[in-house]
């Protein structure tokens, strides 16, 4: 018969985890996440610079002279949400150097990241300033028009 070396005694604790507190913490703690994550987001328009910052890619920044094109583009591919605001440089056109989630921002700062790109490069808002819900319905409509 083995006899064991060394035993260890753990202390067995009566607390339960209750599933609904749980749940309400787990809960509490997404909603916090969100509202940081929310808080971080930045789209700055200086006079010569177009600056991002968000929690979880940090900080992008492109002077107006490497900017090739600013669009508004509807894309169901990639990360981040359908309706991107994408900046190209003149040094790679074809690739994004900044790809923000649009619909997070108010109508007023994609406008101004518009209107500076249409200063300073080539800007295209394919006429989704108002979302694309309201693109829909602007094409409904004139097509009942007809």
């Known amino acids: ?18 599933p609904p507190r749980l749940l309400i913490a787990t809960l509490v703690g997404i909603y916090a996440l969100i509202l940081l994550w929310l ?34 583009k509807f894309e169901l591919r990639g990360f981040g949400g359908p309706l991107k605001l994408v900046v190209c440089t003149k040094d790679r056109p074809r690739e994004p150097a900044m790809s923000i989630n649009a619909k997070v921002f108010r109508t007023e700062a994609i406008q101004a990241v518009l ?9 295209n808002s394919h006429d989704l300033e108002d979302g694309v819900t309201m693109k829909l319905l602007r094409k409904v409509r004139s097509k009942k028009e007809r």
Do not use: C, K, W, Y
């Not at 209107?115 to 800007?123: K, T, Y």
């Open 39 to 72: 808080r971080s987001l930045q789209i700055r328009v200086a006079e010569d610079r177009l600056i991002f910052q968000s929690l979880f890619r940090g900080r992008s920044e492109l002077s107006a002279h490497e900017i090739a094109s600013v669009e508004l």
């Open 1 to 18: 018969m083995a006899v064991p070396i060394l035993t260890v005694a753990l202390p067995v604790s009566n607390a339960q985890v209750h």
């Open 115 to 123: 209107a500076f790109g249409d200063r300073v490069a080539q800007a």
